[in-house]
């Protein structure tokens, strides 16, 4: 069994200042182990349960993007019809550039890593449309009128007030919701949590299995068909 650098660090550091190394040492170090990842397995559910219960439905999402093109605010419909269709962190919109959507694939850079995000191709021509309608030569799609990229505040501000105009809980309406609801429907549809942690930049799968959880709802569904409680 090969050992890792930051193994051997992380047990270091543990052991600093601890004296002799020996047996009672090592059942320590593995105790505090043990109770690192119990915390890291809280946080997670934590962050699950916060997601899941605010999340955005399909038809609630197109409300959303029907409203905005409605408002004539046609640019806040095509981001959330360009993050929901591909999964993306609203972080990785930069990277949406004229000559990239020509392509239909888009290189993205997150957190040192890079990956290939393909364009569904009706998304490919909807994104052209836009392109060679508000006359945008090269460089990024969704930009400021200064010429800047979009900005993630001004986005989620803008996905409130189409949630609101809508009638849409605006609690609901923040762009990581729109990467969740991607990734619930592909892998409803598919049943691919592999090729969906490959898609959304995953190197957990623990992390993508969160992502493509169904709601709350689907958990108590599946709670009350166990109908272990009699009626009386």
């Known amino acids: 069994m090969s050992v890792k650098k930051t193994d051997l660090k992380k047990f270091f550091g543990f052991a600093a200042g601890e004296g002799e190394i020996n047996k009672e040492l090592l059942i320590k170090y593995k105790q505090w182990l043990m109770e690192q990842l119990r915390l890291k397995r809280i946080r ?3 962050t699950d349960i916060q997601y ?3 999340s955005l439905e399909r038809a609630e999402y197109l409300k959303m993007v029907e409203m905005a093109r409605r408002d004539k605010k ?8 360009t993050m929901c269709a591909t999964g993306i962190r609203v972080s990785e919109l930069r990277f949406f550039r004229v000559e990239n959507i020509q392509r239909g694939i888009v290189k993205v850079w997150n957190k040192g890593k890079c990956r290939l995000v393909i364009l569904p191709q009706l998304l ?8 060679n309608k508000n006359c945008i030569r090269s ?3 969704f930009r400021t009128r200064s010429g800047r990229a979009k900005d993630r505040s001004n986005i989620w501000r803008e996905m409130k007030e189409a949630a609101e105009r809508a009638g849409i809980d605006p609690q609901k309406a923040f762009p990581h919701n729109l990467r969740h609801l991607f990734a619930r429907t592909f892998y409803r549809e598919t049943k691919n949590l592999i090729n969906l942690a490959d898609i959304l930049g995953h190197s957990s799968l623990e992390v993508t299995r969160i992502y493509a959880s169904d709601g709350l709802n689907e958990w108590k569904r599946n709670i009350e068909r166990t109908r272990l409680l009699s009626a009386t």
């Open 44 to 46: 997670i559910q934590r």
């Open 124 to 131: 490919k021509k909807k994104l052209l449309i836009y392109i």
């Open 139 to 141: 460089g990024v799609i």
């Open 52 to 54: 899941l219960e605010r």
């Open 74 to 81: 046609e640019q806040i419909a095509m981001i959330m019809e």
